[in-house]
């Protein structure tokens, strides 16, 4: 499968954006889908992830109560609803995919996309 992100951008804090995450080349609906993220000079981390039906959803602590993903499969889409931004949540996005397992380690995802750059400043 391929994966491609998009919809990052410039945001103030308390801002909003939404990532996008378009895949083609298999069937979407197979694949449990994730997020993650890399801030300039630190480990890439997870953000959150769904399941492929939409049934299950993960984040991390830090986003909890202001990050939202959620799937369209009939669109072969996932996306990232992100609120509240704060200046720490600053890095590159990326979504991932995994057939079997939930997303939500490094070790777990099978496909990578191409990231988005998020900068919320203050």
């Not at 997020?35 to 986003?63: C, H, L, M, N």
């Not at 889409?77 to 609120?83: D, G, P, R, W």
């Amino acid at each position: 499968v391929q994966l491609q992100a998009s919809g990052g951008g410039l945001v103030q804090a308390g801002g909003s954006l939404r990532l996008s995450c378009q895949a083609s080349g298999s069937t979407f609906s197979s694949y449990n889908m994730g997020w993650f993220r890399q801030a300039p000079g630190k480990e890439r981390e997870f953000v959150a992830a769904i399941s492929w039906s939409g049934a299950r959803t993960f984040y991390a602590d830090s986003v909890k109560g202001r990050f939202t993903i959620s799937r369209d499969n009939a669109e072969n889409t996932v996306y990232l609803q992100m609120n509240s931004l704060k200046p720490e949540d600053t890095a590159v996005y990326y979504c991932a995919a995994a057939t079997n397992v939930m997303p939500n380690t490094l070790e777990r995802v099978e496909y990578w996309g191409k990231g988005t750059q998020v900068t919320v400043s203050q």
